[in-house]
């Protein structure tokens, strides 16, 4: 489970993810000469590392809270520790799925577009 989620961050490689960084630029505006940002960069990233980063950090949240689960059962960390970590990770799973559910509603979205 853990390394299909690990898996997600590597997909903005070799998949065309790589041409939006290429796309998305920051430029000068008109006033003051401030940087303005593009609409398809956040704090200066672009969609595919925004995505990559998304997915290392659930898979990291996963990684941490089965870790915690066995030094739990172990008698190494405390009962708060342990809940705190699991919760963590079902919030970062529960966000990868409804992000999961997002794109694929777009996809049947565009699917059904006439052409």
Do not use: C, H, W
């Not at 390394?3 to 008109?30: D, F, M, N, P, Y």
């Not at 000469?33 to 995505?51: C, E, L, N, R």
């Not at 999961?100 to 699917?111: G, H």
């Amino acid at each position: 489970m853990i390394e299909a989620v690990t898996s997600i961050a590597s997909l903005s490689k070799g998949r065309g993810l790589e041409s939006l960084s290429e796309t998305t630029t920051t430029t000068t505006g008109i006033l003051g000469g401030q940087p303005v940002q593009t609409p398809g960069m956040v704090d200066g990233q672009s969609f595919a590392s925004v995505m990559s980063n998304m997915a290392t950090t659930a898979a990291n949240n996963l990684k941490a809270a089965e870790q915690a689960s066995f030094d739990g059962m172990t008698g190494k960390a405390p009962l708060r520790e342990v809940v705190d970590a699991v919760m963590a990770a079902e919030q970062s799973l529960q966000t990868a799925i409804a992000f999961r559910d997002k794109v694929v509603n777009a996809y049947l979205e565009i699917t059904k577009m006439q052409i």
